[in-house]
């Protein structure tokens, strides 16, 4: 498989993002790497992979970058 055929999705949860000295930092949670197949993404997949690192209730709310 080559490597473009996978986005690479970082969750973060738990925690905050602040910024400090100009850079943006995750502090007080967790993060977890995912390599979703570009063919397969979408909203479910996301959260079917979501669901591999974090019990997921729901009505969760996602926020991506």
Do not use: C, Q
């Not at 930092?25 to 079917?48: F, T």
């Amino acid at each position: 498989m080559d490597i473009l055929d996978t986005m690479p999705v970082r969750f973060h949860f738990g925690g905050d993002f602040v910024n400090h000295r100009n850079k943006k930092k995750y502090v007080g949670g967790r993060e977890a790497m995912s390599y979703i197949d570009r063919d397969k993404l979408s909203l479910l997949e996301i959260v079917g992979h979501l669901r591999d690192h974090l019990n997921v209730s729901e009505g969760v709310l996602l926020h991506w970058l």
